[in-house]
C-alpha cells in the first residue's frame, strides 16, 4: 500500500527565501503526524504544496499514491487551510452544497450531524459569523466527506475550549476508523490526544522526528516542591533528570527532563509538604528542544 504522504526533496523557494527546503517525509496509511514549528517555518506552505495548490520550486509530493492536483485523489482529502477564504456572502449551507457537489455527496447525513455537532448556525453568510464560526465552516467542509486523509492546517484556532475538546474527539474517532491525519498544531492536547509521529521543521528544514512519547520524556517540564522550612538547591545535586533548580522561598521549582523517580524519592527524603506540575505548552517544549538540535 502506498504511503498516504510521500515527499523527496520538496522545496519552495521565493527569491532568497526557502520556505521549505529539500524536505523528505513520508507518513503511512492510518498515521496521525502533527507537523510541528513555529510561525513562519514551513508549515502552511508545504501542506499547500501537498495539494499543488502552489508549485514546488523542487522535489516531488505524492497524496494517497498520486498527485494533490489529481481531482480524484482531492476527492478522497479533507482539508483545511489556516485562513479559510470564502465568498463573504456565501452561507454556510450554501458553502456545503457547493462543495459537496464536486465529490457527489448527496448524503447529507454526516455534513448534518457535523452542524449539530458544532452547533453552527448554517443559514448565516460568512462575514457575519465570528472568527470561531468560520473555522466551525472550514471544520465540516473538511469532514463531512468522510475523507481517507485529512490535512488541517491549525485546526482548532478561534474555537473556545468546549469545541477543542469536541474537535480532539472527533479526530479520534476519524483516526479510530482508519482515516490518516497530518496536522499542524500549537495545543499541546491537540496532538496529545492522537498524534503518533512528530516532525519538528524550522526555517523550512526538517530538523526532527520522533513519537509523542519520546517528546513527552525528552522535553523538560516543570515539579515544584513545597517545604515548611528552607531547602538548598545543593540537595538536589546529582539528582537524575533534573537540569535546574530555583528557590522560591519555601518552595522549590525544578526543570526536568525524563523520569521522576529519583526526584520523588529525594523530595520525601527532604520532607516534601507539597507537590505541583506545570507542563509546558508547545511552543515552550519546541523551543526547548530546537535549542537543544542548535547545540
Known amino acids: 500500500m502506498p504511503a498516504a504522504i510521500e515527499t523527496n526533496g520538496l522545496t519552495k523557494q521565493w527569491g532568497d527565501l526557502r520556505a521549505v527546503d529539500e524536505l523528505d517525509l513520508v507518513v503511512p496509511p492510518g498515521e496521525c503526524y ?3 514549528g513555529r510561525n513562519g517555518s514551513g508549515k502552511s506552505t508545504t501542506a499547500r504544496m501537498l495539494l499543488d495548490f502552489i508549485r514546488p520550486t523542487a522535489g516531488t509530493a505524492t497524496v494517497l499514491g498520486g498527485l494533490g492536483s489529481d481531482p480524484a485523489i482531492r476527492a478522497r482529502v479533507g482539508y483545511l487551510p489556516g485562513d479559510l477564504n470564502l465568498p463573504r456572502r456565501m452561507s454556510g449551507h450554501e458553502a456545503f452544497e457547493y462543495f459537496g457537489r464536486f465529490r457527489n455527496l448527496a448524503d447529507t447525513t454526516v455534513r448534518d450531524s457535523l452542524i449539530e455537532r458544532f452547533g453552527l448556525d448554517p443559514s448565516r453568510p460568512v462575514n457575519e459569523l465570528s472568527t470561531g464560526n468560520r473555522r466551525k465552516v472550514g471544520l465540516i467542509l473538511a469532514f463531512m466527506g468522510s475523507p481517507e486523509l485529512l490535512i488541517l492546517d491549525e485546526p482548532t484556532s478561534g474555537l473556545d475550549p468546549v469545541l477543542q475538546e469536541e474537535f480532539r474527539d472527533l479526530l479520534a ?7 490518516t491525519i497530518w496536522l499542524t498544531s500549537h495545543v499541546m492536547a491537540e496532538v496529545a490526544r492522537v498524534a503518533d509521529r512528530i516532525g519538528m521543521i524550522d526555517d523550512g528544514k526538517l530538523i526532527r522526528e520522533m513519537t509523542f512519547e519520546d517528546l513527552r520524556h525528552q522535553a523538560t517540564t516543570e515539579i515544584i516542591l513545597g517545604f ?3 531547602v538548598s538547591p545543593d540537595e538536589f545535586a546529582g539528582v537524575a533528570s533534573v537540569t535546574g533548580v530555583e528557590i522560591d522561598g519555601d518552595d522549590v521549582r525544578l526543570s526536568i527532563r525524563g523520569p521522576v523517580a529519583e526526584i520523588l524519592t529525594r523530595a520525601g527524603e527532604l520532607g516534601a509538604v507539597r507537590i505541583e506540575t506545570e507542563q509546558h ?3 515552550a517544549i519546541f523551543i526547548d528542544l530546537l535549542g537543544g538540535a542548535e547545540s
Do not use: H, Q
Open 281 to 283: 505548552d508547545l511552543d
Open 173 to 179: 474517532e476519524r483516526k479510530a476508523g482508519g482515516a
Open 228 to 230: 515548611d522550612r528552607a
Open 34 to 36: 502533527a507537523f510541528l
